[in-house]
């Protein structure tokens, strides 16, 4: 089966910046996951959704980061404007619903510098 | 809220020998997941191995076996005959067993990188 894919696979921005992000899950898994791992660190969950709509965006700083997840497939992570802080590499995973002993499968990630 | 610590920020281990990475995890619930993932340059997550809690044999996947201490809430990796291929950064990861909603996302300790020296 595919993986997770994700794009871009690098991305440099000035701060106060746009970029976008882009992941496309496993086919058929409902669960999707943002991670953002910070360098020497583990990763953070931002967002998660169960097919289209949102299950847990308590750690996504909203005031700079969005999300979609359109017809419950692709999804987008957004940060307008970014912040030197947002340097890290993002993470999508996906996972079938309803199966709590299924691993997370993760995609290659999108490293994000700020400068 | 769960919390997973991984006290070893860095290990080596020559090339064939066996390492054993440590971590720990709190919670309140009695019935979880947890997980090793392996991540290595080309920083995509890939799963090693995984145990249910309310399992009480050591799941083993080749030459990576678990020591699971439930009271302890202890969850060590050891890797066998270490090969220089190991060489990445290892995370442990928590998963309640509570279904549903952000129940499904897992919580991951800082990691370990491990060096394989030849």
């Known amino acids: 089966e595919a993986g997770v894919a994700q794009s871009p696979r690098y991305k440099i921005i000035e701060k106060r910046q746009s970029v976008a992000f882009w992941c496309n899950p496993i086919?058929?898994?409902?669960?999707l996951y943002w991670y953002q791992q910070i360098l020497g660190q583990g990763p953070k969950l931002l967002i998660q959704f169960q097919n289209n709509g949102v299950v847990d965006d308590s750690q996504l700083p909203k005031d700079r980061f969005s999300a979609e997840r359109l017809k419950g497939v692709d999804s987008t992570l957004k940060i307008q404007p970014a912040k030197l802080e947002d340097s890290a590499v993002y993470l999508c995973?996906?996972?079938?619903?309803?199966?709590?002993?299924?691993?997370?499968?993760f995609g290659n990630g999108t490293r994000l510098t700020v400068t | 809220a769960q919390t997973v610590t991984q006290s070893q920020p860095e290990m080596s281990v020559q090339e064939a020998e066996t390492v054993t990475l440590s971590c720990t995890y709190d919670?309140?619930?009695?019935?979880?997941?947890l997980f090793w993932y392996k991540q290595p340059p080309s920083r995509q997550m890939i799963l090693v191995i995984r145990?249910?809690?309310?399992?009480?044999q050591n799941a083993t996947e080749n030459r990576f076996s678990v020591n699971f201490q439930k009271a302890a809430k202890s969850f060590s990796l050891k890797i066998s005959d270490s090969q220089l291929g190991d060489a990445a950064m290892y995370f442990c990861?928590?998963?309640?067993?509570?279904?549903?909603?952000?129940?499904?996302?897992?919580?991951f300790g800082k990691g370990t990188l491990l060096t394989v020296n030849p």
């Open positions: 919670t309140s619930e009695s019935d979880y997941y």
């Open positions: 990861a928590y998963r309640s067993g509570i279904s549903g909603g952000s129940n499904y996302k897992l919580t």
């Open positions: 995973a996906s996972s079938p619903a309803g199966q709590q002993n299924s691993p997370l499968h």
């Open positions: 086919s058929g898994h409902a669960t």
């Open positions: 145990q249910e809690a309310y399992k009480q």
